[in-house]
C-alpha cells in the first residue's frame, strides 16, 4: 500500500501471515537485527515463493526458524504489528488453533489429525541437534547485544581517558569520572555469568531466577581467598569465574532438567519449596566441582587454540576466516562464536576472531559499489544497494547479503574474496581486538582495543577495495548489467501516432491500459475509496465486453488476489502498480475470472494475462471498472496522460520517474 509508513508496515506484515499459512501457523515470533523470526507449526502452509516476492521482504532463511528479513528499522516495528494482531508478545506462544471438526465425517477427523501429526514429525525431524544448540546460543545471547554495545563503548572511552590522564593530555581530576565509567562497564561483563543463567534458563524451561542463581555460583562469592576451594582433579585453587560462559550454559541446561523432574515427583503441597531448593544443591555443588574445572580447561584450550591459529596464520588465517564468514552467515552458523567472543573478552580483555570476522562485511559493501557503478541502468538494483548499503558500512550486511549479492551469485563469491582480503590484512597486521561484540563495519572501530584502530581500519579499506576489484572485474552478471533500461520507447497515444522518446538521463516509465475501454474520471468511480485515491494515483477505464487483460508495465508480477480480482506488479523503476478489476467483485470469490500467470512472472506491456467475463459480471450487478492504481506513488513524479476514449490495449496512461 502506499501512504504512510505505518500503512507499509502492516501490509507487510499481513502479507508474510498470508505467506506463511496465516496467524494460526506461527507457533512463536521474535526478532533480531534484520529478522522476523518465526517457528512455524506446519511447514507445507508456508509458500517460500510468495514469501520472497513480498515487496519490503529482502530475502528468507530456512531453518529450525523461519528467518524472514526486512531489514534494521523496519524489523522491530513490524514484528510489533504481527504479535500485535496475533494478540501476544514477543516471544510468547501464539494460540494454538485446534482442528475445528464441525461438519466432519470421522474420516475427515482422522485424516486432519494425521495431517498435523505429521507436520509436528516433521518440524522435530527439521530440528537437528546443531540447529537446536545454535537456535539456543542466539536466543541466549541477542537480548543482551544492546549491553554489551553500550557497555564497550562506555569502557572504550574509559580506555582512551585513561591513556591521555597517562600521558598528561588531560587532567588528572578525570579520574573519578573514569572509575565511573568503569563501574558501568563492569556492571556487564562482572556479572556476565548472571544474565547469561537467567536467559539460559529461559531458553531451556527452567526457571529464571534459579538460572540466575547457578550463574553467580561460579563466580564463588564470599569465597575466603586465603582458604580457597580447591580442584578436585588437580589439586590447584579455584578461581572465581573458573569455566566461563560456556560452563554457566551447560549447567543450568542440567538444572532445567533436574527441575522439570523434580515437578513432576515432588508433592504440590511442598514444591514451590522443596523443588528450588533441591535443584540449586544438586547443581550447585555439580557445578563447583564438576562443571567449572571441565569447562575451564574446555574453554582456556579453546582460547589459547585460537589465538595460537591467529599468531603462527597470520595473513593466511585471517584470509580463511574473513571469506568463509559470510557463508556461516548465511547458514545461521555464526551464532556458535558468540560464547567464543565473550569468552576470548574475559581471559584476554579483548577478542581478536570479531575485527577478522568484521571485513567479510567490508567485501559486502565493496561488491555493492561496484554493483551500483556497472549496473547502473538497473534500477531496482541500484534503489536496493542505496537503501542497503549505509547500514552494510555500519556493520548490519544481511540487506545486503538477501538483497543484492546472493541472488546475483557471483558477486557473493566475490565479496567473500574482499571479506578475506581485508581478514588478511588484519590477521597480517596482528593484536587488533575488539573489546565486546556486538556491531561490525565502522561501527566497530570505537570498540577496537587502544592503539590498533587504524589498523582496523586499514582492513576495512582493504576489504573494501578486495571486495570492488574482484566484483568489478570478475563478478558481474550480464543480467544484472542489461536487467533495467533508462531509455524506453514506447507507443504513444493513438490518436497522434508519434513516437515518444523518454529521457535517457532519467529513470522513466510508462504505464499502460490493463483493459480495452473507455477512460473515466475517477471521482466517477462508485467506490468512494477508489474514486478519493486513497491507494494512490489511479486511472479508471470502463472495459468492452470483450476485452482481456493486458499486463500495463514491463515487470514482475507480485501479488495476485486469491479472488482473482487483483493483480499487483513491480515495475523497472520501482513502481508497484494494482490492477484492481471491478467495484466489490472481491465478491466474487474469483468467479468469471481467469488468469494465465502466477507470482514471480515476468511480463511486458500488452502480454494477454487472462479472460474476464465482464459480461457475466455486470449482469451479476457489480460494478466493472478497472482501475489502475501506483499505490507507492509518493516516492515518484507521475503525470497521468490527458485524454478522451482510449480503445488500444497498449494505451499509455501514465508516465512516471523516480522523485
Same mark, same amino acid.
Given at each position: 500500500m502506499s501512504?504512510? #509508513?505505518? !500503512?507499509?508496515?502492516?501490509?507487510?506484515?499481513? !502479507?508474510?501471515?498470508?505467506?506463511?499459512?496465516?496467524?494460526?501457523? $506461527?507457533?512463536?515470533?521474535?526478532?533480531?537485527?534484520?529478522?522476523?523470526?518465526?517457528?512455524?507449526?506446519?511447514?507445507?502452509?508456508?509458500?517460500?515463493?510468495k514469501l520472497k516476492n513480498i515487496n519490503g521482504v529482502l530475502g528468507v532463511v530456512e531453518e529450525d526458524t523461519l528467518q524472514v528479513i526486512v531489514g534494521p528499522g523496519t524489523v522491530n516495528k513490524v514484528a510489533d504489528e504481527m504479535v500485535k494482531e496475533a494478540g501476544v508478545k514477543l516471544g510468547e506462544s501464539f494460540p494454538n488453533i485446534e482442528i475445528d471438526t464441525t461438519g466432519m465425517t470421522d474420516k475427515e477427523i482422522v485424516e486432519a489429525k494425521a495431517a498435523k501429526v505429521k507436520a509436528a514429525q516433521k518440524a522435530k525431524q527439521k530440528q537437528t541437534p546443531i540447529k537446536r544448540i545454535l537456535k539456543s546460543i542466539s536466543n541466549i545471547f541477542i537480548p543482551l547485544i544492546p549491553a554489551f554495545v553500550g557497555a564497550g563503548l562506555i569502557g572504550g572511552v574509559a580506555a582512551v581517558m585513561s591513556n591521555l590522564i597517562v600521558a598528561g593530555d588531560i587532567s588528572k581530576s578525570y579520574t573519578d569520572f573514569v572509575a565511573i565509567l568503569k563501574f558501568i562497564q563492569n556492571g556487564v561483563f562482572s556479572y556476565l555469568a548472571i544474565y547469561v543463567g537467567i536467559n539460559a534458563a529461559t531458553e531451556f524451561g527452567a526457571t529464571a531466577g534459579l538460572g540466575g542463581?547457578?550463574?553467580?555460583?561460579?563466580?564463588?562469592?564470599?569465597?575466603?581467598?586465603?582458604?580457597?576451594? &580447591? @580442584?578436585?582433579?588437580?589439586?590447584?585453587?579455584? #578461581?572465581?569465574?573458573?569455566?566461563?560462559?560456556?560452563? $554457566?550454559?551447560?549447567?543450568?541446561?542440567?538444572?532445567?532438567? +533436574? !527441575?522439570?523432574?523434580? &515437578?513432576?515427583?515432588?508433592p504440590d503441597a511442598i514444591d514451590i519449596i522443596v523443588t528450588p531448593a533441591l535443584s540449586l544443591l544438586i547443581i550447585g555443588v555439580f557445578t563447583i566441582f564438576i562443571i567449572m574445572p571441565i569447562a575451564g580447561v574446555i574453554?582456556?584450550?579453546?582460547?589459547?587454540? +585460537?589465538?595460537?591459529?591467529? @599468531?603462527?596464520?597470520?595473513?593466511?588465517?585471517?584470509?580463511?576466516?574473513?571469506?568463509?564468514?559470510?557463508? *556461516?552467515?548465511?547458514?545461521?552458523?555464526?551464532?556458535?562464536?558468540?560464547?567464543? &567472543?565473550?569468552? *576470548?573478552?574475559?581471559k584476554t580483555g579483548s577478542t581478536p576472531l570479531l575485527p577478522i570476522l568484521a571485513m567479510a562485511g567490508a567485501g559486502q559493501v565493496g561488491a555493492a559499489i561496484a554493483l551500483w557503478l556497472r549496473c547502473r541502468k538497473n534500477k531496482q538494483l541500484t534503489n536496493m544497494i542505496k537503501g542497503a548499503l549505509p547500514v552494510g558500512i555500519l556493520g548490519i550486511g544481511e540487506p545486503l547479503i538477501y538483497g543484492v549479492t546472493l541472488p546475483l551469485g557471483r558477486p557473493f563469491i566475490t565479496a567473500c574474496i574482499g571479506g578475506g582480503i581485508g581478514g588478511a590484512v588484519v590477521g597480517g597486521l596482528g593484536h587488533v581486538g575488539a573489546i565486546a561484540i556486538g556491531p561490525s563495519g565502522l561501527a566497530l572501530v570505537p570498540l577496537i582495543t587502544n592503539g590498533h584502530m587504524m589498523s582496523y581500519v586499514l582492513g576495512l579499506l582493504a576489504g573494501y577495495v578486495g571486495g570492488f576489484v574482484a566484483t568489478y572485474f570478475f563478478g558481474i552478471p550480464k543480467d544484472a548489467i542489461l536487467g533495467e533500461a533508462t531509455t524506453v520507447e514506447t507507443d504513444a497515444l493513438p490518436q497522434n501516432g508519434n513516437k515518444k522518446v523518454i529521457d535517457p538521463n532519467v529513470a522513466m516509465t510508462t504505464i499502460t491500459a490493463p483493459v480495452i475501454g473507455k477512460k473515466v474520471a475517477i471521482d466517477t468511480v462508485s467506490d468512494p475509496m477508489m474514486a478519493q485515491e486513497v491507494m494512490g494515483k489511479t486511472v479508471a477505464i470502463i472495459p468492452d465486453i470483450n476485452s482481456k487483460i493486458y499486463a500495463p508495465v514491463d515487470g514482475k508480477v507480485t501479488l495476485i488476489a486469491d479472488t482473482k480480482h487483483a493483480i499487483g506488479f513491480m515495475d523497472k523503476i520501482g513502481e508497484e502498480v494494482l490492477v484492481h478489476m471491478g467495484v466489490d467483485t472481491v465478491k466474487l470469490n474469483g468467479k468469471y475470472f481467469n488468469l494465465n500467470i502466477q507470482v514471480g512472472?515476468?511480463?511486458? &506491456?500488452?502480454? $494477454?494475462?487472462?479472460?474476464?467475463?465482464?459480461?457475466?459480471?455486470?449482469?451479476?450487478?457489480?460494478?466493472?471498472?478497472?482501475?489502475?492504481?501506483?499505490?507507492?506513488t509518493s516516492d515518484f513524479k507521475i503525470d497521468e496522460i490527458e485524454s478522451n476514449i482510449q480503445t488500444k490495449d497498449n494505451t499509455v496512461l501514465m508516465d512516471s520517474r523516480i522523485k
Open positions: 501512504g504512510t #509508513s505505518e !500503512e507499509k508496515i502492516k501490509r507487510i506484515a499481513r !502479507e508474510i501471515y498470508g505467506a506463511v499459512g496465516g496467524i494460526e501457523n $506461527v507457533e512463536k515470533l521474535i526478532h533480531c537485527m534484520t529478522r522476523v523470526r518465526m517457528t512455524i507449526r506446519n511447514d507445507d502452509k508456508v509458500d517460500i515463493k542463581v547457578i550463574g553467580a555460583v561460579t563466580l564463588l562469592p564470599g569465597m575466603d581467598i586465603n582458604a580457597p576451594l &580447591h @580442584n578436585i582433579f588437580n589439586g590447584q585453587p579455584m #578461581s572465581a569465574g573458573q569455566g566461563g560462559i560456556i560452563g $554457566v550454559i551447560f549447567a543450568v541446561w542440567l538444572l532445567s532438567l +533436574i !527441575e522439570k523432574k523434580l &515437578h513432576k515427583w515432588v574453554s582456556s584450550s579453546l582460547v589459547g587454540a +585460537i589465538n595460537w591459529i591467529l @599468531n603462527v596464520g597470520g595473513a593466511f588465517s585471517g584470509f580463511i576466516l574473513g571469506a568463509l564468514f559470510l557463508p *556461516m552467515v548465511m547458514f545461521g552458523l555464526h551464532q556458535i562464536l558468540t560464547p567464543i &567472543h565473550i569468552e *576470548m573478552i574475559n512472472d515476468t511480463v511486458k &506491456h500488452g502480454d $494477454v494475462l487472462g479472460t474476464v467475463d465482464w459480461q457475466k459480471i455486470i449482469d451479476a450487478d457489480f460494478d466493472p471498472v478497472t482501475m489502475t492504481i501506483v499505490t507507492n
